[in-house]
């Protein structure tokens, strides 16, 4: 498996205006835009309409990030985003930095079915008022985010954590308070004019703006399946450990971002991982769909040397869990940047089987277009072991009689009108090669079904029809012979000729049953016993393959291809 890591530019763009010196900046929350009740007398944000603030910072989610259709990540602001932006009203050589003092949603916009704030208006009550001379002058203060700071002591420095943590899909509501940072110029915008006062002193600052340019470096992770969307799989944790430096740890912070030679020494801090809290997120289908369900993580800025990158990925329903690891040599984090780790995880996907299962012989799938299995599946679990139990009436439409043209054949062999053809099918004789060699049991392969992960896989060797004989010389569709053999654990030799039989289980009076523990499949031939109602089959699972003639023809089974 391999990973796919891809490098991309932040939208960073914040807009923002000054009244009584509030600035207005873009980024987004969880509740709807709140306005201030009068804009030009300065109120602060605070609770407006009873709510509660959020105690969350600056928040994030991965798309396009203009209207070319590049792909990055958007920032949005939080209701507290205040409480960590701060302004240094002195110099560089005699800094007197300020806090913000409140804030307000200016504009808002959808993602991903939530409303995110994109600009916001905040202000800082004790800056002194500030007169020009004339306007066009140009006027300009630093300011500085830092979300791990909540008071002017702290403005010097930024702490990114070791574990970080994420809880809504697709959206990185904390990445401030696990050490998202950036700085801005502020700038004269807008004027109030006064032609009483003193000359020099006319034009009173109104309005300012500015544009965040964040200084942290981040990830973004997304996996994927092609093969089929797994939407009871989940990413529960990513991580990213670098040989030779810390990625995490507090540092000195300035106006020109994280001082990466203030880098911590303790090997510790070489570790970061982020948690995702719940289920996780969900494993879509394609990379498109996956910027919904992104993982974005906060690092420090650096050029890594012995980088191993995790993905952690588990079912909550089955158990069954992957670790996708991948190791690189080398890997720059350039502040300010993106580094997106899309991984196609290429899992088989087996759930077009699901309406395969079929009677011996009938001439129509146990579920059928006129019969269709009841949804949504009402999937149980018990080891890994899935079920999903008979539909109760009046869904319970499985067929149940030889009225109905999904009802088994009593013939000896597939009849012509077999639902998936009289021709080509392995007979008894053809099927007992395949215990003739060995079979091979993979614990550690891992398929999808219905959007579940299962692990666990039997690959069988191939073998071609029309033997009149079984492997050890006698004709077992004459005499009702049973036999089985004990997998080789592991993979097949490489360049051999194999099937993989997934456990896919099996119907029996309308219930799915043992997916993840067995496999059957039909062979075309009757019970020479019982012929009228029994039927040979194949049946895998981690303890072997067996062949077996006595089979209830009313069951549902998938059928042995070549």
């Known amino acids: 498996m391999m990973f796919r890591i891809n490098k991309q530019l932040f939208n960073v763009f914040a807009a923002c205006a000054i009244t009584a010196f509030g600035l207005c900046g873009c980024a987004n929350e969880d509740a709807a835009a709140n306005q201030m009740e009068d804009q030009q007398k300065g109120l602060a944000f605070s609770g407006l309409n009873g709510e509660k603030s959020i105690g969350t910072r600056t928040g994030a989610s991965y798309g396009e990030i203009n209207t070319n259709h590049e792909l990055g990540v958007n920032f949005y602001w939080s ?27 200016v504009d808002s916009t959808d993602v991903y079915g939530k409303k995110r704030v994109t600009k916001a208006s905040f202000r800082c009550i004790t800056y002194p008022d500030v007169y020009l001379d004339q306007v066009g002058w140009s006027w300009q203060k630093k300011i500085r985010y830092i979300g791990t700071s909540n008071a002017v002591s702290q403005v010097n420095t930024v702490t990114i954590p070791r574990v970080q943590k994420q809880s809504e899909k697709g959206f990185a509501e904390r990445i401030g308070q696990y050490g998202d940072c950036a700085v801005a110029t502020a700038n ?126 588990k079912d909550v329903s089955t158990g069954n869990d992957l670790t996708i690891e991948k190791s690189y040599a080398k890997l720059e984090l350039k502040a300010g940047l993106n580094q997106t780790v899309f991984h196609s995880l290429n899992i088989p996907d087996y759930t077009t089987n699901m309406g395969l299962h079929h009677m011996w012989g009938a001439a129509d799938f146990y579920w059928d277009e006129a019969h269709p299995q ?76 219905d959007g579940h992960m299962f692990k666990g896989i039997m690959w069988v060797p191939r073998v071609t029809v029309g033997h009149a004989a079984a492997y050890d010389g006698t004709d077992w569709s004459a005499t009702a012979t049973t036999k089985s053999i004990a997998p080789t654990l592991g993979t097949p030799p490489t360049g051999g000729n194999y099937v993989a039989l997934p456990a896919l289980g099996y119907y029996e009076n309308g219930a799915l049953k043992d997916v993840g523990k067995i496999g059957c499949y039909w062979i075309n031939c009757a019970n020479p016993d019982n012929d009228q109602d029994e039927a040979y089959s194949l049946e895998v699972s981690s303890t072997g393959v067996k062949i077996t003639p006595a089979t209830s023809k009313s069951k549902g089974y998938l059928v042995l291809r070549p």
């Open 79 to 105: 209701k507290d985003d205040y409480k960590h932006l701060f302004i240094n009203a002195g110099t560089d050589a005699s800094p007197n930095w300020l806090p913000f003092t409140g804030q307000f949603s």
């Open 188 to 313: 004269n915008l807008n004027y109030s004019y006064f032609p009483n006062r003193p000359s020099g002193q006319q034009y009173l600052l109104t309005e300012c703006s500015f544009t965040l340019q964040h200084k942290a470096a981040y990830l973004t992770f997304m996996p994927y399946n092609l093969p089929g969307a797994m939407a009871n799989t989940y990413l529960q944790w990513a991580s990213i450990y670098a040989a030779d430096k810390a990625l995490s740890g507090s540092y000195k912070f300035d106006d020109n971002g994280i001082d990466t030679s203030t880098r911590p020494g303790h090997a510790g801090y070489r570790t970061v991982r982020l948690e995702i809290e719940g289920n996780g997120l969900p494993i879509a289908k394609n990379r498109m769909d996956a910027r919904s369900s992104a993982g974005i993580m906060v690092v420090a800025p650096g050029e890594y040397d012995g980088v191993v990158v995790k993905m952690y990925i």
């Open 374 to 449: 009841p949804t949504p599946h009402e999937w149980q679990f018990s080891s890994g072991v899935g079920s999903i139990p008979a539909p109760a009436a009046p869904n319970d439409k499985w067929p149940k009689d030889n009225s109905d043209p999904r009802w088994y054949s009593t013939d000896l062999e597939f009849p012509s009108s077999y639902i998936v053809g009289g021709l080509g099918n392995l007979n008894v004789n053809d099927a007992s090669y395949i215990l003739n060699a060995n079979c091979y049991w993979d614990a550690n392969a891992v398929w999808t079904f």
